[in-house]
């Protein structure tokens, strides 16, 4: 701004689009294989390298057996089916590829995991939290996508501090998570809004 003063604008979702349905939750876990003692992690995103979906994958290795992985993303898809047979977990990893309508998937989903190598603020970090979904979020990512309370930073040094994570996670969704996340900040519409207010104040500052 010409006055000298700076404005900070984070990303931001459609919060209303990703808010948590039951009857969605029923469609997603059906086609996940999920039944009601399985809890769905999930990697969301391309699949690549600073992804660390290697990671995850090793991570799921070392948990119970009714802990289910679920990746979904474009990208090295053949090389990490490859990976999985190696890993000999065929039977805890799903993946789905690319898909369109991940607001219906986060609705299936209990724990987002991000084993991210670098990542600047990840627009599927948002929209879980906004499905008042708990994250699990490697610390070389940045802060600002922590939103609720029940996110988490940890390091990805090693996989045993996400299995104990996991493990010691309460899976219970933040009911108001729509209301939080629009209350600070990260909802487009009001985005949109503040958007024009900084160009009229920009245009008045012209004038």
């Known amino acids: 701004m010409k006055d000298g003063t700076l404005q900070v604008l984070t990303n931001a979702i459609n919060c209303e689009k990703y808010a948590f349905s039951e009857s969605q939750r029923n469609v997603a876990r059906h086609e996940i294989g999920a039944d009601e003692n399985t809890v769905v992690l999930a990697c969301i995103g391309r699949i690549c390298a600073v992804k660390n979906i290697s990671f995850a994958l090793d991570v799921v290795k070392k948990l119970p057996d009714n802990y289910l992985l679920l990746i979904v993303g474009g990208g090295e898809i053949e090389q990490l089916k490859q990976e999985i047979l190696e890993k000999q ?14 607001d219906t998937i986060m609705n299936g989903i209990d724990l987002l995991l991000l084993p991210s190598i670098s990542e600047g ?6 929209e879980a939290q906004a499905n008042g979904i708990k994250c699990i979020i490697s610390d070389n990512v940045s802060a600002e996508c922590k939103v609720l309370d029940n996110a988490e930073f940890i390091s990805i040094d090693n996989e045993d501090k996400w299995v104990d994570c996991i493990l010691n996670s309460n899976y219970k969704r933040v009911e108001d998570a729509v209301h939080i996340m629009k209350e600070k900040g990260f909802d487009i519409k009001d985005y949109s809004s503040r958007i024009m207010e900084i160009i009229d104040l920009c245009i008045q500052q012209d004038e």
């Open 121 to 126: 603020l990840p627009m599927v970090v948002l």
């Open 89 to 102: 977990i065929e039977g805890k990893v799903v993946v789905f590829g690319e898909r369109k309508d991940i």
